[in-house]
């Protein structure tokens, strides 16, 4: 709303506007029952690619050549990181970061129920929502978000002149989080070296 009665009604809160969101109502002399589910994966979209051990080595190697300094890798250690057997290997290691501690994917489920109706003395409507979330981390524990919404009214015509409305509304989290959120463990493996 955007005209005079919104400002009349809301004050100032009401210069650029006000958003008014009425609650889904039962509608008499019908009955609507809803159910969906759904289940997917979130797949990561840009990871970004960093070098190897030998390409790391070789670089630094090349930097401090550039300020005048000696070598830190000897010709043996990046031949060793070049013939690396990966992560376990004990002297040359070659670590790919996001590899070892993410996944590619991520899954997610969605279940709603919407249940409306009623006759001209009594209206009813309830919905409820179940939403459940897995974060890309595949070391420790795998963060997860469990929702569950319920909301519902109840709208009784009493007599011509009296009618009674009750709303209810709750929400159910359960949340399973590691230490770092997601841009912490991200930049928390973008700033370790392969080597």
Known sequence: MKDALAKIIYGPRAANGVLYITTKRGVANTRVIRATVE?????????????DSYEYATLYNEARANDGL??????????????????????????????TFTRNV???QNASFDMNGGSEKLKYSVVMNYKR??????IGQIPA????????NIDVKVTDYLSVFADAASRLE?????????????????????N
């Open 174 to 194: 359960i949340r399973k989080w590691g230490q770092k959120n997601m841009a912490g463990v991200y930049g928390a493996l973008s700033t370790n070296r392969p």
């Open 133 to 138: 979330g897995t974060g890309f981390e595949k």
């Open 70 to 99: 000696m070598p830190f890798y000897s010709p043996e250690q990046l031949e060793g990181y070049r013939n690396s057997s990966g992560p376990n290997d004990l002297f040359h290691p070659n670590v790919d970061w996001y590899d």
């Open 145 to 152: 978000l469990d929702r569950f919404n319920i909301r519902g």
């Open 39 to 51: 289940s997917g994966v979130n797949i990561g979209t840009r990871i970004p690619e960093y070098l």
């Open 106 to 108: 991520s899954t997610y």
